[in-house]
């Protein structure tokens, strides 16, 4: 398996701009998540899935950031509009649920200048 | 609000010696606590997840110790090498589900030759 896969890698944007991060989870996985990590705050749970369902959002930050998960293979986090202080390393996992551990991509570095 | 400390945040140590890692958390009402390790850019890779019944996991070089009661864990490393060179989060669960994760600070640790 190839694992969590995020796209892009790097994203570097203007304020007030559009983001859309994507993430394929590992097949099978029944949980998705999505983690922020920064210098300042650490590594932060955003919201996370369970059958492509959103269970938990209360770490999402503002109604400027959004979450989906049309399919059992495909997520995305998005920003509108984004801003300078959203710079940060985004992170999507997923598990299998239970007491088990999670799988984390590779992360997305976004830049909004 | 269950908060996660980790001491030291960086540590320098020659290669062969052993060393621990330490981690408090704030709520015991844990599900179970992770140690992953994070590569510079890279995501995180789980070493050694510790059920809240468990006191303790071993694998390879690498032992985690947990104690619900005290709000502590450690993770000790035998025989260093260079390649443990890394920054390594430990991070305990909070919801029922055992999938909702507050993370550490980290330690970033440096093995020299």
């Known amino acids: 398996d190839a694992g969590v896969i995020q796209s892009p890698r790097h994203e570097v944007t203007e304020m007030g701009q559009e983001v859309t991060l994507r993430c394929k989870p590992i097949?099978?996985?029944?949980?998705l998540f999505w983690y922020r990590q920064t210098m300042m705050r650490g590594l932060e749970l955003l919201i996370y899935f369970n059958n492509n369902v959103p269970i938990d959002d209360s770490g999402m930050p503002e109604d400027r950031f959004s979450a989906k998960m049309p399919n059992a293979s495909f997520s995305t986090l998005k920003i509108q509009p984004s801003e300078p202080r959203d710079s940060a390393v985004y992170f999507c996992a997923s598990g299998p649920g239970g007491l088990e551990t999670q799988y984390f991509g590779p992360g997305t570095r976004l830049l909004v200048l | 609000k269950q908060e996660v400390t980790q001491i030291p945040a960086a540590l320098s140590v020659p290669e062969g010696e052993n060393l621990v890692l330490n981690c408090s958390f704030t709520?015991?009402?844990?599900?179970?606590l992770q140690w992953f390790r994070q590569d510079p850019g890279k995501g995180l890779t789980s070493l050694l997840l510790i059920q809240s019944s468990q006191r303790e996991q071993t694998s390879g070089r690498l032992n985690a110790s947990l104690d619900k009661s005290s709000g502590r864990s450690t993770l000790y490393i035998a025989a260093s090498q260079p390649g443990d060179s890394a920054t390594y989060l430990c991070a305990v669960s909070y919801n029922n589900a055992g999938n909702m994760l507050t993370f550490g600070g980290g330690t970033r640790l440096m093995v020299k030759p």
């Open positions: 097949s099978g996985h029944d949980y």
């Open positions: 709520d015991s009402a844990i599900y179970n």
